[in-house]
Structures are given as structure tokens and as C-alpha cells.
């Protein structure tokens, strides 16, 4: 058992955690829920020992496990651990090798650990993945890899962040299977999520944190009963499976605003792989919102950067406006905002990073009231909060006239709040003469931003849905 | 095939040994060509073609070109053409060294060597890092041509100060993060485990260990028996 008895965390006197309690039995399922920035994750590192150990801060209070105090040195056979981001979660170049990582440090022997990676790979049926390099996986593939080498030591303690943030819905599955089964193993899972949906018949307690404080502890049994009236008190995302229901309509347009991207006979492959994307047409204009969804490692975010001229295909062509266009003019018609935000910050104030040095005019400063930047605008841009900077993101990109702006995965790791908050930031762009594209695994936010829905599978796209077809059944093939 | 992280660290003894002791030119045309066969082997055929070209027009121009030193122009020619020659093992064997052999190989064979743990942590972070950041790199540059501060990869040459500025201040912002990132994953894999290490690519010496070994005795003697 694990106890944390009147815990508090802070770090140069910012308090992060304060008074918290909390009993983990073990073949229980622990849900840490709550806004971002409320403090799940120093939870976590705490337990962890990560903080203070490696992080640093004042840590007061008792935390006590069954087992004598976490030692650093035998750390991967006593706790599994899937971080936040899955982009550098692991240190070898290759997916067979970070597997086999944690069971040679160790030091087990060659034929268990064969043994070991070969019935991990069975059961999350990832054959595919093995012999690939792990830098060109796509973000969900990473994710369930670090998934995969959290588990290859069998730890008693499992401390999972966001584990689904990149996931699609057979992997969310997939994920769910596994919790299930180290729960009936007889470990303890802890999880920070958003997303509930998949944890809600899986977990034992569901810990909501506000502002670093334990505001309620809520029992399975109370948690069915009352699953809805607790999330809208505390605010809790995705209770139940999402399905695709888009609420937003069409755009009015006239012909002159009318902004269109097309793409006929697509073909592009990364270098010594079969073809990858293979789309015969495909035609977008501004009067949607455009979603782009489908399975991890189908080739979504492969797409984008095509039709950003940010690759270049191979076969076919790409029309903006009816024009065939250079890679270097989609470039310039277009903009990505990322997922890691900040490698596209250059400049030491928001307000240099928005005008590229120029004078704002009054209508910029309209537009960046909008976009809620103007007490913003003399803070660093590298000193603010991911959703922040996202905005400051965007605001550049219109300020410079792009016309196509894409967003890859811009709700990952989001809370409700933010999450709205981003849906009706793209409900008032859509009034300008852009054409929105998104990126995203998180149904809740296409349903309330889209009002079409593209599914990719396998580097095609096999469905169209839109508000009036919701089961979707248009197949290009 | 696989090598022994020994073998490649043997293999990087004897280039720097070459680099000191002064050879003759048809020792430096062998020892050229075993590097590119030690490449090869190693799976490597690309680099060893390109290193062996390298060297053959290094090789021409030293004949034929600059054969005779006259002027400003030409002693800074023979200057730069015997040194690329002269540090053009080195950068082989190096090379040899760095591609296909795991992390895990690694610091097994320094654990062997009984190299402490407190260096061969870092080391393990340090080398993570750099794809990571070149990783970054790739992205900051998509990003510096969205905004349309540069219009391609060449402009990063043509203007060095500019591209270093913008590149800068998203790289160092990242590189904080990415080392406590990595630094956190490595100790929840249990690299500091105190035990022994082992490496699921295993970690005998084989065949072809052994001859290589062996050859580069013979090199270290034939400088001495031979030239
Ligand atoms: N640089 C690369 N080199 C080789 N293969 C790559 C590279 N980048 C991506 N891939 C592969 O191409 C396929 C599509 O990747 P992509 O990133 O487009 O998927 P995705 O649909 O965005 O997935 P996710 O939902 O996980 O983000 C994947 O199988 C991925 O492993
Ligand atoms: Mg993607």
C-alpha cells in the first residue's frame, strides 16, 4: 500500500500542493482528475520520487509505501511510468532496443527478454513497429511504445500521464485492456487523464485536484450513479464514449471569399516504404470547418504537411483557389501551428513576435482583442501557458495573411475549460476568409467545432461525415 | 553484421595511433581501405563509398595540382588537402564507432571496463539529446519557413547570424525541458540499477571480432616492420 499523509509541495515558494491525502491499495485503479495546472502530475512525480529528486522543490508531509523508501536504483522494477509527452520518452533509436531497455539495466538475461518483448508485441499487436525507428513514429505509435516499456518489468505501481492524450480508439481500447488486466494482476494503476470514458468501469477511486488541494474523492459506486451531475460540478471531460455528432453548420460564403484547396491523385511514401497516402480527391473549401481524424499512424499529420507544401508528394496535384501552386507558394499561403508550440516563438515580446516588427493597425488591435492577447502583448512569449501560446500562434498567422491554417493534435492534454475555450476561438475565425483544418483524436472538440469530419485510414480517406450524415458513408474507392 | 563495441573502440585506438605515428602512402591506402571494409560490414555501404571517394580525390589533387608548391594559394592547398588526409581516418573510425551499436552495448562494455556510473550516465543523456534536438531543429526551421522569416533551408547558410538568432531562442527554450525529459526517462528505465548490465543483442566477442582485432595488431606492428 502507498500512503500520502499531509503532503505539501512547493517550489520557490509557490505552493503547488498543499495538505494532500491519499491511500493506494494495491490492485487499484487511482484516477487523478482536474484542470491543467491544477497539479496532477507533481502528484504523480511525487509518488514517483521524481520531485524532489530530480526536480527539486520542498516536499513536507509522509509518504510511505509498503516497501522501504523508493530508491533510485531499482526504479524500473518497482514502478512503471508513462510521462506526458510522448515526443522524448525514450533513449534508443529504435523500438526493439527501447523495449528491451528497462529488462537490461537489470540485467536479465537474453532469452527471457526475447521471450518478454515477443509476448508484449503479441498482445498489443504492434509486429509492425518493432524494427522501426522510433523518431519516425507517428506521435499515437510513440505513446503506446513508451506504453509497451513501462510494462516489460511487470513493476507493482503503475503512474501513467495522460497515457491517451495521443491515442486513437482502438488504442484508448487497447490501453483499457491493459489497466484492466495489471489491475486483476494485483498492481496499482495511477492515472491522470481528461479523458474519462474508457477509465469510468475500470477505477476504484476518482481523485478530483483543484489548485493543488484535494477537492473530492469519489467512489466507484457514486461515480455511476451520479456520473453526471459530478461532472458538471467538477468540470470532468468525456464521461461517457464520444461519438461523432457535429453541431456546426455550414458557413455562408460568397463566391469572392470563397477560399478552396483541392487535391487529386495524391500519392507521397517515406522512403523505403510502400505508398503511404494515396488519396484520389479530395476537395476543401472555407465554408467548413474541417476535421481530420482516423487511426493513429494513418497518416493524418503526413497529409497536412502535403498540403502545406511543407513535403513534397510525390504523384498528383494540389489546386489552391483552382491553382496548381510551387511547394514554396502553399508554403506561403499556409501556416501549421504545431504541437510543440514553442519551437515557433522567435522573438522576445508577443507583440514583435504578431507584427514581425512592423506597426500594428487598429484593426490587428481588434483582432488581438479577440484573441484575448492585448495584456499580453510585452510579456515573453516563451513565458506563457500552451494555450497561450497557441493563441499568440494563430494571431501571428492571420496577422500575416496566411489562408490555410492547420492545427495538428491542438487538444491534447487539454481540459474542458481550455478546450472550449479553443472551440469558440475558432468559431469567431471563421468568420474571416481562412480556411481551418484540424487535426484531432478528441471527438468531443470536433463535435463542437466542425462541420466536417474526414476519416483516414490507412492513407486514405474511407469516410466524409458531415452534421446531416452522421454514421458517415461516403467512400472515395 | 554486428561488431563489439570493443572491437570499435580498438578500432579507434588504432586511427588515432595512425593520426600521430607518420605513415607512407601506400600504408595510408591500405589502412583506408580496411576502414571502408570494417563500413561495409557494418552496413554502412553509403558512407564507405563516400569516404573512399573522398580520399581518392584528396589522393589526385596531391599528386597532381598541388604537387608543387609555389604560391600563397597553393601551400593553402597542399596545407588543407594533407590535413583533410590526415584526419580523414579518424573521422572513419568514428563513424564505424557511433552507427549500430545500441545504448545498451555500450555501457555494457564500459561497466565491463569498470568506467564508474557517475560518467557513463551523463554520457547516455548527452547522446540522447543531440538527435532530440536535431529533431527540434527540423521543426523550428518548418516553422521559420511558415512565418516566412526564411525562404529555405539555404537561406540557414547564406545568412549564419540571422538563422542563428531566430534558432536560438526556441532551442534553448526546448533544451531545458528535453534534458529533464530524458533525464527523467532514463532513471525510470532503471539505469542506474547497480548491478550488472546486460544487452539483448548480447555481448560476446564473435569471429569477426577477433580478426579485426587481430588485423589491427598487424597495423600497429607493420608501421614499425613495413614502412
Ligand atoms: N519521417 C518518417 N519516416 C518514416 N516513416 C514515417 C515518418 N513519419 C511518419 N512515418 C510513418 O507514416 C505513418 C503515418 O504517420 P503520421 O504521423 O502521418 O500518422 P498520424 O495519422 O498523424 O498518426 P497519429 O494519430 O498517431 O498522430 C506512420 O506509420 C508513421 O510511422
Ligand atoms: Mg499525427
Known amino acids: ?477 | 553484421m554486428r561488431f563489439n563495441p570493443l572491437t570499435k573502440l580498438v578500432i579507434i585506438v588504432l586511427a588515432t595511433f595512425v593520426f600521430l605515428a607518420n605513415v607512407s602512402l601506400m600504408y595510408e591506402i591500405v589502412f583506408i581501405v580496411f576502414l571502408g571494409i570494417l563500413l561495409l560490414i557494418n552496413g554502412d555501404p553509403y558512407a564507405a563509398m563516400i569516404y573512399w571517394l573522398i580520399f581518392s580525390l584528396l589522393l589526385l589533387l596531391s599528386v597532381t595540382v598541388f604537387k608543387n608548391i609555389h604560391d600563397t594559394w597553393s601551400i593553402i592547398g597542399s596545407f588543407l588537402i594533407i590535413g583533410g588526409r590526415r584526419i580523414l581516418p579518424t573521422i572513419m573510425a568514428a563513424t564505424f564507432a557511433i552507427k549500430h551499436t545500441h545504448v545498451s552495448e555500450w555501457m555494457r562494455s564500459l561497466q565491463r571496463m569498470h568506467v564508474p556510473f557517475d560518467i557513463i550516465l551523463p554520457l547516455v543523456v548527452v547522446f540522447r539529446f543531440f538527435p532530440t534536438l536535431t529533431d527540434n531543429l527540423k521543426n523550428i526551421i518548418k516553422a521559420l519557413q511558415f512565418r516566412g522569416l526564411i525562404s529555405s533551408k539555404l537561406a540557414l547558410i547564406v545568412h549564419p547570424i540571422r538563422a542563428i538568432e531566430y534558432v536560438l531562442i526556441p532551442m534553448i527554450s526546448s533544451a531545458d525541458t528535453v534534458a529533464s525529459e530524458l533525464s527523467s526517462v532514463v532513471i525510470t528505465r532503471g539505469i542506474s540499477h547497480q548491478g550488472i548490465h546486460t544487452s539483448i543483442f548480447g555481448d560476446h566477442l564473435r569471429f569477426i571480432d577477433y580478426i579485426v582485432i587481430t588485423s589491427s595488431i598487424f597495423f600497429i606492428a607493420g608501421r614499425w616492420l613495413i614502412d
Open chain 1, 1 to 477: 500500500m502507498i500512503s500520502l499523509h499531509k503532503v505539501n509541495y512547493s517550489q520557490n515558494k509557490n505552493k503547488i500542493l498543499q495538505d494532500i491525502n491519499l491511500n493506494i491499495w494495491p490492485g487499484e485503479v487511482t484516477v487523478l482528475c482536474g484542470e491543467s495546472g491544477s497539479g496532477k502530475s507533481s502528484v504523480l512525480n511525487i509518488i514517483s520520487g521524481l520531485i524532489p529528486n530530480l526536480y527539486g522543490g520542498n516536499v513536507t508531509g509522509e509518504i510511505r509505501a509498503h516497501h522501504e523508501p523508493l530508491s533510485f536504483d531499482d526504479y524500473a522494477s518497482e514502478i512503471g511510468m508513462v510521462f506526458q509527452n510522448p515526443k522524448s520518452q525514450f533513449i534508443n533509436p529504435d523500438v526493439y532496443s527501447e523495449l528491451a531497455f528497462a529488462m537490461e539495466n537489470v540485467g536479465m538475461d537474453q532469452k527471457t527478454m526475447i521471450q518478454r518483448i515477443d509476448n508484449v508485441v503479441n498482445y498489443y499487436h504492434a509486429q509492425d513497429l518493432l524494427n522501426r525507428a522510433m523518431f519516425d513514429l507517428s506521435g499515437g505509435q510513440r505513446q503506446m511504445t513508451a506504453l509497451m516499456s513501462a510494462t516489460m518489468l511487470k513493476p507493482p505501481l503503475y503512474l501513467l500521464d495522460e497515457p491517451s492524450s495521443n491515442l486513437d480508439v482502438t488504442a484508448i481500447e487497447q490501453l483499457r485492456r491493459q489497466i484492466l488486466d495489471l489491475k486483476n494482476e494485483g498492481s496499482s494503476v495511477i492515472i491522470a487523464d481528461h479523458r474519462l470514458y474508457y477509465l469510468i468501469d475500470l477505477a476504484d477511486q476518482f481523485v478530483v485536484i483543484d489548485n493543488g488541494h484535494i477537492k473530492c474523492q469519489i467512489s466507484r459506486q457514486e461515480m455511476r450513479e451520479n456520473a453526471t451531475l459530478l461532472a458538471t460540478k467538477y468540470r470532468l471531460r468525456n464521461l461517457t464514449a464520444p461519438r461523432l455528432r457535429l453541431t456546426k453548420t455550414r458557413i455562408m460564403r460568397n463566391l469572392s471569399d470563397l477560399i478552396t484547396l483541392e487535391a487529386h491523385n495524391l500519392k507521397f511514401r517515406y522512403h523505403c516504404h510502400e505508398s503511404l497516402i494515396d488519396i484520389k480527391s479530395l476537395e476543401l473549401s472555407n465554408r467548413d470547418v474541417i476535421g481530420i481524424s482516423g487511426e493513429n499512424g494513418a497518416g493524418k499529420s503526413t497529409l497536412i504537411q502535403l498540403l502545406t507544401g511543407m513535403i513534397k508528394h510525390h504523384e498528383g496535384t494540389i489546386l489552391f483557389n483552382g491553382q496548381q501552386l510551387s511547394r514554396k507558394q502553399l508554403v506561403k499561403n499556409s501556416f501549421l501551428v504545431m504541437q510543440d508550440v514553442h519551437l515557433q516563438l522567435f522573438f522576445e515580446t508577443v507583440e514583435k513576435e504578431i507584427s514581425n516588427g512592423s506597426r500594428l493597425t487598429e484593426q490587428d488591435r481588434q483582432l488581438l482583442e479577440s484573441l484575448k492577447l492585448t495584456k499580453l502583448l510585452k510579456r515573453h512569449p516563451q513565458t506563457l501557458s500552451g494555450g497561450e501560446k497557441q493563441r499568440v500562434a494563430i494571431a501571428t498567422a492571420l496577422l500575416s495573411g496566411k489562408k490555410i491554417i492547420v492545427m495538428d493534435e491542438p487538444t491534447s492534454g487539454m481540459d474542458y475549460g481550455n478546450m472550449q475555450r479553443l472551440s469558440s476561438l475558432i468559431a469567431h475565425l471563421k468568420r474571416a476568409e481562412i480556411l481551418l483544418i484540424i487535426v484531432s483524436h478528441d471527438q468531443e472538440f470536433l463535435n463542437m467545432t466542425c462541420s466536417k469530419v474526414l476519416i483516414m485510414n490507412h492513407g486514405r480517406i474511407t469516410t466524409v461525415v458531415t452534421p446531416d450524415n452522421m454514421n458517415g458513408g461516403i467512400h472515395n474507392d
